[in-house]
């Protein structure tokens, strides 16, 4: 998974959500659970890479920040609650869909 449009067509397979623009910059597009409005998924272009920034249990950030290099600390977002998915390939399409999941799950509550 390494465009924007295949990671907002995946998000949008989960039930009640739907994409939203909030901001000025038009770079930052948030996939959102319609029942509370929290954002499960923000996309965004930074340094010409596709990002996008999803919750994360704390359990978990570490494992995930140790298997890939491309799992950093969420970008402009608390770093014990949020992870940075950087989609440069590196990543198996399969985990970004599961950690993608994880964050739904966690807002969807």
Known sequence: MTTR?????????????YMDTP?????WILLR??????AFAWTYMYEG????????DPEWREF????YDA??????QNKN?????ILNGT???EDVKRMIAESYDLIAK
């Open 23 to 27: 901001f000025r910059d038009n770079n």
């Open 71 to 76: 799992v950093i600390p969420g970008y402009h």
């Open 91 to 93: 990543i198996p399409e």
């Open 81 to 85: 609650h949020w992870n940075t998915l």
């Open 33 to 38: 659970y319609k029942k509370n409005k929290k």
């Open 5 to 17: 449009e295949a990671v907002i067509e995946y998000c949008l397979t989960f039930p009640d959500t």
């Open 49 to 56: 890479e596709l990002r996008v920034n999803i919750k994360v």
């Open 64 to 67: 995930w920040r140790q298997a």
